[in-house]
């Protein structure tokens, strides 16, 4: 494989969230809190990815409103439209052109090994679409339409950014283009990056898990928050001194971070403060944080939904700059794979 290292084109940034239901803590502490922070000194494009949302079924009516859903979330959270690029994947058709390309390009094999798919699936996956089986692939064409070089991400997308990686290196030797697609690097580090479920501190938290006691949603108010946390999974213990007694208390173990990466401690500080405490303590003051923390993005978020033709024109403006850097970059594939007119 070519070495990646010498790919000389501009630091770019690219992420995107799947409009397939309610934000959550998750979503906002291991993806949009990150896009905030970047949009300051580097390119961003931050994408609702509507393509990925229908790898599963959705509502064709429902579909608009969840995408505008996102689209709230990302500008209450902080996410500025005349500093980064915030669009909708269907929008821009160089995702779905690139994607089959890359197809011919990705193997079998590769796709066999995604974890996601197989947890997704289940005991399913004869009966699953072949979209959420390829949904890797689509992800490499989402992040390399626009050679993106840096994709923030949550823990759980480390191996799809790994494939993403091979495919950029496998086009580039195979055509021999050594620095044409850039290896995007993946930027997962940092608090929140793996927040579980409030029921099962083994278990993502995720839009897709049927029990909404599960997870707080950016569109909880106060007392949903307040009861969530109230009822979330933990034990008869306190708070311990020390990060070697949360091994075994996973579900601890994840209420300590969530308040760390909301207050901007660490986990050691937050045990500190904790320490010997029960939940009857530690639970009311995470959900007073939570709460302070989320609050003003609900309420904004609230004030962006009621007014869906201004999000629509965001999206709109925002899918033309995104196709302009992204066409070209697809026409230099159309030259390299070799089709006649290209
Ligand atoms: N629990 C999580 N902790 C930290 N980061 C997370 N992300 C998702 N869940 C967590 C990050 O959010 C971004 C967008 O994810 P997505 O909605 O496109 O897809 P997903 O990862 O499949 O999220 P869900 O909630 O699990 O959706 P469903 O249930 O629809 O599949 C990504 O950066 C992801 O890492």
């Given amino acids: 494989m070519s070495d990646q290292t010498k790919y000389e084109g501009p630091k770019r940034v690219f992420s995107g969230i799947q409009p397939s239901g309610d934000m959550h803590l998750g979503n906002y502490l291991g993806a949009i809190k990150k896009f905030v922070d970047l949009q300051e000194d580097n390119e961003c494009l931050y994408c609702i990815v509507d393509l990925h949302a229908i790898t599963v079924w959705q509502d064709p009516k429902l579909l608009p409103e969840q995408t505008r859903h996102i689209a709230a979330a990302y500008l209450a959270s902080g996410v500025d439209p005349s500093k980064a690029i915030v669009y909708n994947q269907s929008a821009v058709r160089a995702h779905t052109e690139l994607a089959w390309y890359f197809n011919c390009v990705a193997r079998?094999?590769?796709?066999?090994?995604?974890?996601?798919?197989?947890?997704?699936?289940?005991?399913?996956?004869?009966?699953?679409?072949?979209?959420?089986?390829?949904?890797?692939?689509?992800?490499?064409?989402?992040?390399?339409?626009?050679?993106?070089?840096?994709?923030?991400?949550?823990?759980?997308?480390?191996?799809?950014?790994?494939?993403?990686?091979?495919?950029?290196?496998?086009?580039?030797?195979?055509?021999?283009?050594?620095?044409?697609?850039?290896?995007?690097?993946?930027?997962?580090?940092?608090?929140?990056?793996?927040?579980?479920?409030?029921?099962?501190?083994?278990?993502?938290?995720s839009k897709s898990d049927p029990s909404d006691n599960s997870r707080i949603n950016l569109t909880d108010?106060?007392?949903?928050?307040?009861?969530?946390?109230?009822?979330?999974?933990?034990?008869?213990?306190?708070?311990?001194?020390?990060?070697?007694?949360?091994?075994?208390?996973?579900?601890?173990?994840?209420?300590?971070?969530?308040?760390?990466?909301?207050?901007?401690?660490?986990?050691?500080?937050?045990?500190?403060?904790?320490?010997?405490?029960?939940?009857?303590?530690?639970?009311?003051a995470l959900a007073d944080l939570t709460v302070?923390?989320?609050?003003?993005?609900?309420?904004?978020?609230?004030?962006?939904?009621?007014?869906?033709?201004?999000?629509?024109?965001?999206?709109?403006?925002?899918?033309d700059k995104a196709a302009e850097i992204a066409d070209p970059i697809v026409s230099d594939v159309r030259k390299i794979i070799g089709f006649c007119g290209a």
Wanted: proline letters at 6%; hydrophobic letters at 40%; glycine letters at 6%.
């Fill in 292 to 319: 302070e923390k989320m609050s003003p993005i609900t309420d904004l978020m609230n004030r962006y939904l009621s007014d869906p033709e201004e999000l629509n024109r965001i999206l709109a403006k925002a899918a």
């Fill in 108 to 205: 079998v094999g590769w796709l066999n090994r995604m974890t996601q798919f197989k947890d997704k699936a289940g005991k399913n996956s004869e009966k699953m679409s072949v979209g959420l089986y390829d949904y890797p692939v689509l992800q490499a064409a989402d992040i390399l339409a626009f050679k993106a070089t840096h994709v923030p991400v949550g823990e759980d997308q480390k191996q799809h950014l790994e494939l993403s990686r091979d495919i950029a290196a496998k086009f580039n030797h195979d055509f021999n283009v050594p620095h044409f697609f850039p290896s995007p690097e993946p930027m997962i580090k940092g608090p929140g990056a793996r927040v579980m479920s409030l029921r099962d501190g083994t278990a993502k938290m």
């Fill in 221 to 284: 108010d106060a007392d949903k928050i307040a009861k969530k946390i109230r009822k979330a999974k933990t034990d008869a213990g306190v708070i311990p001194e020390s990060l070697k007694e949360l091994e075994e208390r996973p579900e601890v173990a994840n209420l300590v971070s969530i308040y760390a990466a909301l207050s901007g401690m660490t986990d050691e500080q937050v045990l500190t403060q904790y320490s010997g405490q029960g939940f009857g303590v530690f639970k009311p």
